[in-house]
């Protein structure tokens, strides 16, 4: 399904966890090539998976962007957010902060 790029958010989570980098090089093969998944959003159009792609099609300038809605629980949505970025080329404090996501959640889990 499309939307309106403008009804589009970063998820705010996913800026305590990642950095949006090598956004110019991704805009250039968003140009040649187009979006080649779809961006995931949960029920209040903010960006779960794709927040690069997503700042990338935003620079780009586009009306519309397809997308896929995921129903989201609450709680879920940073494990959603470091399961979707699993691919990524990360940073030494990328990787620390998924570390101490998912170590405080399955501290949680353990207990319940």
């Given amino acids: 399904m499309k939307v309106k790029v403008s009804s589009l958010k970063h998820h705010p989570k996913n800026k305590e966890i990642y950095t ?10 968003i ?6 998944q779809p961006l995931i959003i ?24 397809q997308v896929e809605v995921r129903e989201v ?7 959603l957010l470091i399961h979707f ?4 080329i990360k940073s030494f404090k990328e990787l620390i902060n ?9 501290c949680i ?4």
Avoid: C, P
């Fill in 98 to 106: 998924e570390y101490l996501i998912l170590d405080g959640y399955y």
């Fill in 20 to 29: 949006l980098s090598s956004i110019e090089e991704l805009m250039g093969s």
């Fill in 85 to 88: 970025n699993k691919q990524r």
């Fill in 73 to 79: 629980k609450d709680g879920e949505e940073e494990l």
């Fill in 42 to 65: 949960d029920s209040r159009n903010q960006v779960i998976s794709g927040n690069r792609r997503f700042e990338s099609v935003k620079r780009l300038g586009w009306e519309e962007v």
């Fill in 31 to 36: 140009s040649e090539v187009g979006l080649l």
């Fill in 109 to 112: 889990m353990a207990h319940h």
